[in-house]
């Protein structure tokens, strides 16, 4: 039987070899693959400064410290994302505000947003969903008449452009995700992007326990201050290496998933018993999600794709309000996002990476479509 993984590693023999010279050179962090690939990532993006961290999570929370984000602020975030988004608020002694999203995107709400707009709002954290790019003219004419700091999460956005700009340029920073299942990989991993040297300082000097001079700039060994309080939220530099080859390569890892998402259009569309959104240049296509209506059982469905040896997840089950801790410490329930919980109910995650072929996406689709013949 044809086995189709959810997702699928893709790391060459360049990227091995480089990895393999930092492990060798002695030299594993603060090296010249970590400049490389902020140079590449900047090239790539159009940003003026980037800087790697340890992980889009670690991203976020700088960008949040940067922000000045503290006690009694509050900062718009949407329901349905990775708890990551909302932690990163958190973590500053802000209070992170849930917003419902839009059904057909999971895209941060804009009605809600201004429902939810108060005399603490801060900020706005939207996130990419899944790639596709959120409405940024209205998110930041809404930032802009609130006089509020605006930072996105691109956790799933590599390659994602919104009327030509590559999502991350729009607010004060942009945070990426190098998680082994996103676009690219450097095994855990992230960057921060901006165009405001401030906040660009900022970052790397709090990535690093606020120490004033990075190594490679003391006049002597060891000589440093301390003037501000930091963590350790760097990247090393043969996780870098990695991500320098992976980025190198990324204009046709994005093309593959481009082509799997149109053949994905032209396969389900066959089917009236589901939903998903229509193709997009603009989406980097992180993942491919589609949803069912509310008569189909997921884990019916969940169940038929598993036994024939399909990979498939769900982005995400559990709106981040719905969560323990959030609905502990603010009393959130069920009905309060009605679109996120929705989406959680009835999205399903299908393989789009590079690594598959067309009679893989062909299987997943008439699997999918004769499970669903079946049912009704
Ligand atoms: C939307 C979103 N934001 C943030 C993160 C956190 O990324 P990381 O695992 O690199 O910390 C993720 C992780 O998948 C994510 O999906």
């Known amino acids: 039987m044809r086995e189709v993984p959810f997702s ?12 393999r010279e930092v492990l060798s050179s002695g030299w594993l962090t603060h090296g010249p693959y ?13 940003a003026k400064y980037c800087t790697t961290v340890s992980n889009c999570t670690a991203g976020l929370h700088l960008s949040c410290l940067a922000a000045g984000f503290s006690d009694g602020d509050e900062v718009i975030v949407p329901a349905q994302t990775h708890t990551a988004t909302a932690h990163a608020v958190e973590l500053t002694g802000a209070k992170a505000v849930f917003v419902d999203v839009d059904y057909e995107t999971a895209n941060i709400s804009i009605t809600d947003i201004k429902n939810k707009l108060s005399d603490k709002t801060r900020g706005i954290i939207p996130v990419h969903m899944a790639g596709f790019p959120c409405q940024m ?16 999460d691109c956790a799933h956005a590599l390659g994602t452009l919104y009327q030509s700009k590559h999502v991350g340029n729009f607010g004060i920073a ?40 990075p190594p490679k700039m003391r006049h002597k060994p060891g000589l440093y201050d301390v003037r501000t309080l930091g963590l350790n939220y760097r990247l090393t530099d043969f996780q870098s290496a990695l991500g320098l080859g992976q980025l190198e390569r990324y204009d046709s890892n994005l093309k593959s998933r481009k082509e799997n998402a149109k053949l994905y259009e032209n396969l389900l569309s066959k089917s009236d018993k589901l939903e998903f959104l229509k193709y997009n240049d603009d989406s980097s296509y992180f993942i491919f999600q589609i949803l069912l209506h509310d008569n189909i059982s997921r884990d019916k469905l969940i169940f038929h794709l598993k036994k ?3 990979g498939c997840s769900i982005h995400y089950a559990t709106p981040v309000p719905l969560m323990t801790y959030y609905k502990r410490k603010y009393g959130y329930k069920l009905g309060d996002f009605p679109m996120a919980e929705k989406y959680g109910e009835n999205v399903i995650t299908l393989p789009i990476h590079s690594g598959l072929v067309k009679a893989d996406i062909m299987y997943v689709c008439k699997t999918i479509i004769d499970f669903l013949e079946k049912t009704n």
Do not use: W
């Not at 699928?8 to 990895?19: A, C, G, P, S, Y």
């Not at 970590?34 to 159009?46: I, P, R, V």
């Not at 660009?200 to 004033?212: E, L, M």
């Open 8 to 19: 699928k590693l893709d790391i060459n023999e360049t990227e091995f070899d480089r990895v």
């Open 34 to 46: 970590t400049e490389k690939f902020e140079k590449l990532f900047c090239d790539y993006t159009g």
């Open 308 to 310: 024939r040896n399909i």
């Open 174 to 213: 942009g945070n990426f995700s190098f998680y082994p299942t996103k676009q690219i990989t450097t095994g855990e991993g992230g960057v921060i992007i901006t165009n405001d040297k401030k906040i660009y300082d900022f970052v790397r000097t709090h990535k690093a326990f606020g120490i004033d001079t």
């Open 137 to 152: 003219d209205e998110i930041m004419a809404i930032c802009d008449e609130n006089n509020l700091i605006l930072i996105e």
